[in-house]
Structure formats: C-alpha cells, structure tokens
C-alpha cells in the first residue's frame, strides 16, 4: 500500500469518527444539560529502524555510517473529551426543576452505582422519592430524598430542601478534582473513569436554581460548519485514495503489456 493511501485512509476514519461525533452532538441540541464532545488531532511520527541508531565516532570517518532519520508524520485522533462548559438556563416554573449555576452534579442512584448528573428535571413517584425520569433515585446525605406528597418545596442555593420552615432534606452537590477523568454513562449521567485519580469533593461554588433547567451546551451553527468541514476533508481523503488505486490500475496494465 502507499504511504499517500496509508494516510489517506487513517484520515478518512478520523473524520468518519469526527463526523458520528458531531452527529450526536446535533442530535441532542434539546436534551436538558447536555454536554458536547470534542476531538482533537496531533501528527504520530513513523520512525524506521536507522532512526533510533547514532553514529557515536563521526571523528573517525568523513562519512556518516547511517542514512539521515526519515520522520513520517501522520494525522491521528488525539483525545476526546467532554466539554462541561455552563450550558443557558431557562426557566420552567416548576418546583421539582433545578439548574445548577457554576461546576457542580448531582448525584444520583443507578443499581448499585452512584453517578452524576446536571439534568435536574426531577419527578416524586407514589411513594414521595424524589427521582430522575429515568426513576434512578436522587441523593441527599448519601441516601435517596423522600418528600411530603403534595407539598409544596422549596430550594435554597445549596441544594436545600425545605416545605414551610423545616428542611426535609439536602440534595449532595459535588464536582470532582478532574473533570476530564468523568465518563458518559448514557442518559445524561457521568462516573470517573475506571482507575482514574479523580475525587469528588463538595462543589463549594455551585448555585442551584429553583424552577429552571440547564439547556445543552450545543451550539448549532459551530457544529454545521464543523459538519461542512469535516465533510470535505473526508472527500478529499476519498480522492486520494481513488487516485493512488488508478495510478496502481494503471502502472500494473502498462507493466504487464510491456513485458
């Protein structure tokens, strides 16, 4: 295979990964506090066998012993990493809504896994547990949050849960030290990455909000243009390699009438 249609290829697939990714991010433009991902690229350099071998005695000939290093850079997928930047917020009105204002999740019960979350439309079942859509209970003191059926609540800026003049309870609000070791999990909750060094600790500067929703951090147009880009750049991969298989087509049917 050429080199031109070594890279060509790897290029394609990078933009075809590019492309599904942005495909999401587009998809979920209205899901309640959701957070866009974003890939980046760096050159890996091909190195061969001479490149690694110094001529130690330059002294004791005019000439070098080993060919000069021949460096071959390709582009490849660096990283891919969430972006948690603060999404809008809009209000709802509704007293089981809540946004968080700041770098902050709440935490939620999957089975037997504790996750994150910033989506804070929550609902109250029959039996008065405050949970998420998806019925994954909300935590508060490292427990599942149980309201008076019918109350009316009310939130303070810490996350605190009062009916009247009594508080019911406290919604655990935490961040992490690292945010680039969470991971998604689906349905718009996040857990550290298996064997990550990332703590949660308490999310001293987060505000939560009352009766508002965080609205996704997508923006549309970034993302169309982004699409177009990424478009392009993978019908020019697509050319290279249709042009390297005819030259072959070609230099293989001249040899073989030649000979």
């Not at 933009?15 to 999401?24: D, H, K, P, V």
């Not at 007293?95 to 204002?101: E, G, M, N, V």
Request: charged residues 25%.
């Amino acid at each position: 295979m050429r080199d031109s249609t070594f890279s060509a290829l790897f290029g394609a697939l990078s933009n075809e990964l590019r492309m599904s990714t942005i495909a999401n991010n587009l998809a979920n433009v209205n899901t309640t506090s959701f957070k866009k991902d974003k890939i980046a690229f760096h050159d890996t350099f091909q190195r061969f066998a001479h490149d690694y071998l110094g001529d130690a005695k330059p002294y004791l000939r005019d000439k070098d012993m080993w060919p000069k290093p021949n460096v071959m850079a390709r582009p490849r997928l660096s990283d891919q990493q969430i972006d948690f930047s603060q999404g809008s917020l809009q209000q709802t009105g509704n007293q089981l809504d809540f946004a968080i204002s700041g770098e902050g999740f709440f935490k939620i019960q999957v089975g037997d896994e504790q996750l994150l979350t910033r989506a804070g439309n929550f609902v109250v079942n029959s039996e008065g547990t405050l949970m998420t859509p998806e019925g994954h209970p909300v935590l508060g003191g490292g427990g599942p949050i149980d309201l008076p059926p019918t109350a009316t609540v009310q939130a303070d800026a810490n996350g605190a849960l009062r009916v009247g003049d009594t508080q019911v309870a406290q919604m655990d609000i935490v961040t992490v030290t690292d945010l680039t070791q969470l991971e998604k999990v689906g349905k718009n909750a996040y857990r550290i990455k298996p064997g990550g060094q990332a703590e949660e600790i308490e999310a001293e500067d987060a505000i939560v909000e009352q009766g508002y929703l965080e609205k996704g951090n997508v923006e549309v147009v970034t993302e169309m243009v982004a699409m177009i880009e990424t478009q392009r750049a993978f019908e020019a991969y697509s050319k290279i390699i249709r042009g390297d298989s005819e030259l072959d087509t070609k230099l293989i049917s001249q040899v073989g009438r030649e000979s």
